[in-house]
């Protein structure tokens, strides 16, 4: 399990995860880390983990950014 993974397995942990899904954002990689964003938000995450979140997310490619995004979001 690499460092990110954990991070973001804490931060779910301490935070729970955001309602929503990815199915019908736009597919720009900032368009969905702006959905995420705001659905962390509603879900009461703090902006410093919200952050992590979004940093975690631009540390790989377009797929880390789904990943990464649909980890944090319950897909509903």
Excluded: H
Aim: glycine letters at 14%.
């Amino acid at each position: 399990m690499d460092d990110n993974t954990s991070v973001l397995e804490e931060l779910i942990q301490k935070n729970g995860v955001g309602t929503g899904t990815l199915v019908g954002v736009d597919g720009n990689a900032f368009a969905i880390m702006g959905y995420t964003q705001g659905r962390l938000r509603r879900a009461g995450w703090p902006s410093e983990d919200i952050s992590k979140v979004l940093e975690i997310s631009q540390s790989g490619d377009y797929n880390n950014v789904i990943c990464t995004c649909m980890a944090v979001l319950d897909g509903e």
